[in-house]
Each structure stands twice: as structure tokens, then as C-alpha cells.
T-cell receptor, first 113, second 115 residues
């Protein structure tokens, strides 16, 4: 799985600090968004989702913010831990009724001890 | 036990060979998907199926075919593999009860190398 992340932007964060990962989505009509975490050698794993009628949603240690005006999503991770090291990417749901998604390329998060 | 499994996990093959990647799921979902992942690119949809009798092309279906043998099984075939099909391949499922498509559950991936 390492080869997937070779060309990705990297965010390095000190353990215990907060992390903010950003995503620009492409379609102003998209109405549902998901953040995924992908660890080396594994498939993507759901973290949190948000619908377009909301601008903020909180989970356990994670918060997603949605700014529809500028088509921007962010994922905030509180008190970042070594186990948070992974590639994170967003997905937007095309509102065509076909339930197809567009996936971002991702950001690699490195947690420094 | 994993909900979505893929076999094989790794495969090296030669140009021109026929390859089949298999996916099984125990989640009871009707919707299944095949994606490929390449360095620097987001996941791209190859094929998707909303039930056993429904097969649809995704954005990059050329050179691939699929078979939905049962609700739980969705196979991807490369009829004549070529080097630019070297990639990570993921199978995924989703819950048809969610209007917005809901979360997709991914398998662990198959790393395919075509020489």
C-alpha cells in the first residue's frame, strides 16, 4: 500500500497536536461527503460523513467541516495519535441517483513522536 | 472475520494473460463496486452492480469485465492483461437502504502487477 502514497501531499504533526486535512471537491451539486482513512496495505475505512444540509459534524476525536460556498471540506483530528498515521481522502456523492462517488487523491498524515 | 474479502491479495502476471479477481461479502449488501487505485490518483470506478441482474460500467471499464455470480460475489476479469493495468484493485459494497448511497465498505485490496 505504500506505493499509493508516494506522490501525495504530506502533513506532519506532533503527537498530541490537532491535525487539519483539507479537501476541495469538484461538483457544487454533490450532496453527501465521506472522509476515509487508508492505512498501508489496507482498504479505505470510513471515518465520518456529512450531508450538504449541514456545515459541521462531530465524531469521536474527529470533526468534519463543510463550506459549500468554496466547495471545501476539512477533517480535524484532535489529539493526534501514532495510530492516526495514514492516507486520508474525501469522497463526494454525485446527486445523479446512481450512487457513484468521486474520490480525492488524498493526504498522507505522519504523526511524529 | 472480514466483511469484504478479496482474492488473491497479490498477483504478478504477464502481458496477454487472463486474470480474475474475486470479491466476496458477508454484509448482505446488494450494491457492489470495483475500483482501481493508482499513485497520485483517486479511486476510479471500473464497474458497479446494484443486484445480481444489474451490471453497469464505470468511468474506466475498457479492458475489464465483471460477473455477479450471487448477491455475495462479484468478480473482475482482465481478458488480456496489459502493463498499464498494474494497480491496486478494491472491491466495495454499500447499503441500498440509504438514499444517498451511504458508506462504502472496502475489501483489503488486490495488488496486481502486469509485466
Amino acid at each position: 500500500g505504500e506505493s499509493v502514497g508516494l506522490h501525495l501531499p504530506t502533513l506532519s504533526v506532533q503527537e498530541g497536536d490537532n491535525s487539519i486535512i483539507n479537501c476541495a471537491y469538484s461538483n457544487s451539486a454533490s450532496d453527501y461527503f465521506i472522509w476515509y482513512k487508508q492505512e498501508s496495505g489496507k482498504g479505505p475505512q470510513f471515518i465520518i460523513d456529512i450531508r450538504s444540509n449541514m456545515d459541521k459534524r462531530q465524531g469521536q476525536r474527529v470533526t468534519v467541516l463543510l463550506n459549500k460556498t468554496v466547495k471545501h471540506l476539512s477533517l480535524q483530528i484532535a489529539a493526534t495519535q501514532p495510530g492516526d498515521s495514514a492516507v486520508y481522502f474525501c469522497a463526494e456523492n454525485m446527486p445523479s441517483g446512481t450512487y457513484k462517488y468521486i474520490f480525492g487523491t488524498g493526504t498522507r498524515l505522519k504523526v511524529l513522536a | 472475520d472480514a466483511d469484504v474479502t478479496q482474492t488473491p491479495r497479490n498477483r504478478i502476471t504477464k502481458t496477454g494473460k487472463r486474470i480474475m479477481l474475486e470479491c466476496s461479502q458477508t454484509k448482505g449488501h446488494d450494491r457492489m463496486y470495483w475500483y482501481r487505485q493508482d499513485p497520485g490518483l483517486g479511486l476510479r470506478l471500473i464497474y458497479y452492480s446494484f443486484d445480481v441482474k444489474d451490471i453497469n460500467k464505470g468511468e474506466i471499464s475498457d479492458g475489464y469485465s465483471v460477473s455477479r455470480q450471487a448477491q455475495a460475489k462479484f468478480s473482475l476479469s482482465l481478458e488480456s492483461a496489459i502493463p498499464n493495468q498494474t494497480a491496486l484493485y478494491f472491491c466495495a459494497t454499500s447499503d441500498p437502504g440509504r438514499r444517498d448511497g451511504g458508506e462504502q465498505f472496502f475489501g483489503p485490496g488486490t495488488r496486481l502487477t502486469v509485466l
